[in-house]
């Protein structure tokens, strides 16, 4: 049933003529008879009675009517929900983020993100870079907030760096080396250490180990906890020292307290990454709100 001819259908039952009908539509009268002859020979019912003076929708006609309002209103409004699907306006957005490494701005992002795209649905999930990874290969994320992704599938996704965190130590406040704002790496070599799990976040496990092989030692690694906030509670329960990126400070960390290291220049970068093959409005106008939003993130986390 075309949308012209519908559109004719209601012209005439409106005017109750057929030349008032095809000057509203800015056409041809005997356009207009072919078209509701078209309409009753497809639907095989008569729609108006027609003589030289007078035309009467009938009670078929009259059903058709209501339908057809219905047909034209749902038609424009599925090209306004089209459009507003290609900018970016509609539909869901899957976003995964680290806690601790994005916990001061995660909320900004999604508020601002809304204000300007209140009807698409933003679902977050917590997740370790690991967890990440197999969700975008299931395809159950469109972003994800994590640490630079293996040099295996990088190139699979377009990645934007969010801002560059460093190692820190943690301490139990009650550790001697609490009153210190700075410390040598090596002086915790007798220490029983809290370590993120390696399976969790392979490139932060091997880059601890790697900068206390560096300061002469190989850590006694009592704990490998899978989230960062119960590394910090270990931490502050007195079971070891811990190291980890500083952004865990923003986690609830009484008890605990944390020392630069001096000497060690590792970065921890927090990146975000996206697929290639997803180039979904939705994830774009996310974007650029993320990234005209570094400057501010930068500065929170520094």
């Not at 701005?105 to 967890?131: G, I, N, W």
């Not at 700075?182 to 799990?197: G, P, Q």
């Not at 927090?270 to 500065?299: D, G």
Request: proline share 3%; hydrophobic share 40%; charged share 20%.
């Amino acid at each position: 049933m075309d949308i012209k001819i519908l559109s004719s259908f209601i012209a005439v039952a409106k005017h109750k003529s057929f030349s008032e009908a095809a000057r509203e539509l800015h056409t041809v009268q005997p356009a207009i008879s072919r078209h509701i002859a078209a309409l009753e020979e497809e639907l095989g019912v008569r729609l108006f009675i027609r003589n030289s003076r007078d035309v009467m929708i009938t009670q078929a006609g009259e059903q058709l009517l209501k339908d057809a309002h219905e047909i034209i209103a749902f038609t424009q409004q599925a090209k306004v929900q089209v459009k507003r699907a290609h900018n970016g306006q509609l539909g869901t957005l899957r976003i995964a983020h680290l806690s601790s490494a994005c916990l001061t701005f995660m909320a900004l992002l999604v508020r601002s993100y809304k204000l300007q795209y209140p009807d698409v649905h933003v679902v977050l999930y917590e997740m370790t870079a690991t967890e990440q990874i197999e969700a975008f290969k299931s395809k159950r994320i469109d972003i994800g907030f994590s640490r630079p992704l293996p040099s295996s599938i990088k190139d699979e996704f377009t990645s934007h760096s969010i801002y560059i965190d460093k190692l820190v130590a943690i301490v139990n406040k009650n550790h001697e080396m609490s009153g210190q704002d700075k410390i040598e790496l090596d002086v915790l070599r007798h220490e029983k250490f809290i370590i993120f799990n390696r399976d969790e976040a392979l490139g932060l496990f091997d880059e601890t180990i790697m900068i206390c092989k560096q300061a002469g030692f190989s850590p006694n690694i009592i704990s490998q906890p899978k989230h960062m906030q119960t590394l910090v509670t270990e931490v502050s329960a007195g079971l070891g020292v811990a190291i980890a990126p500083r952004c865990v400070n923003k986690l609830y960390s009484e008890g605990c307290h944390f020392l630069e290291l001096a000497s060690i220049a590792s970065q921890i970068p927090v990146e975000l990454h996206y697929p290639n093959n997803n180039k979904s409005a939705t994830i774009q106008a996310f974007l650029e709100i993320t990234l005209n939003t570094i400057p501010y993130i930068r500065k929170s986390m520094s």
